[in-house]
């Protein structure tokens, strides 16, 4: 089990996992999850190179942080999809080197296509994301990255985010083996448990 006070990364995710950063960039994730309150990382990520992380519930922008500050102290490298427009000059390169791959939405291919054409293509991709797209109540969470996992022919590590135990919690990996649908309700059953900061978003 991991725990983001430890003083180095953990043993277990060394192996294929991308990592990034130093030690001074995992102290700074230490400290800051430290100071929204003690959160703590619990859980076990696989051996992988490739994956799609969905990390809920999503009820406010102080998740931004929490993720931000857990990644930094694991040594994480991981990627986010962000709209094509932005990626300009002067940000071009910050989005890029924070992890940010542009996807144009008004293209042919989709972004299905777009990002399984990527994790084709890349040694090592990690993508984060929102099922629910937005902090705010959704009647539904999207489906995408479970078209994205099933074409890549990668797995999916749902990582919940627990206000009322302050907890980052990564849940067991799977592959796509069920028809989306279900496989939806596979991953919102991984997170049920945890409890947004405004519950009555999620």
């Given amino acids: 089990m991991t725990t983001a006070h430890s003083e180095s990364i953990p043993e277990h995710i060394k192996g294929a996992f991308p990592l990034r950063g130093n030690a001074f960039s995992r102290w700074v994730g230490r400290v800051g999850l430290r100071l929204l309150g003690g959160w703590r990382v619990v859980g076990d990520l696989p051996h992988v190179k490739k994956a799609i992380i969905p990390v809920a519930p999503h009820?406010?922008?102080?998740?931004?942080?929490?993720?931000?500050?857990?990644?930094?102290?694991l040594g994480l490298n991981?990627?986010?999809?962000?709209?094509h427009t932005i990626f300009r000059f002067p940000v071009n390169g910050l989005l890029r080197w924070l992890g940010g791959i542009p996807v144009d939405r008004r293209a042919a291919s989709g972004v299905v296509e777009q990002m399984t054409a990527q994790f084709q293509q890349r040694d090592e991709l990690i993508l984060a994301l929102s099922p629910e797209g937005t902090r705010k109540k959704v009647q539904e969470w999207k489906k995408g990255f479970l078209h994205i996992a099933q074409a890549a022919q990668v797995p999916v590590v749902p990582i919940a985010l627990d206000f009322s135990r302050k907890v980052v919690e990564i849940t067991p990996a799977f592959m796509i083996t069920g028809t989306i649908d279900e496989e939806l309700q596979r991953v919102k059953a991984a997170l049920s448990h945890a409890v947004g900061k405004y519950p009555e978003h999620a």
Avoid at 67 to 73: K, R
């Fill in 78 to 83: 991981l990627s986010y999809l962000g709209k």
């Fill in 59 to 73: 009820t406010s922008n102080w998740d931004f942080f929490i993720g931000v500050f857990a990644m930094l102290a």
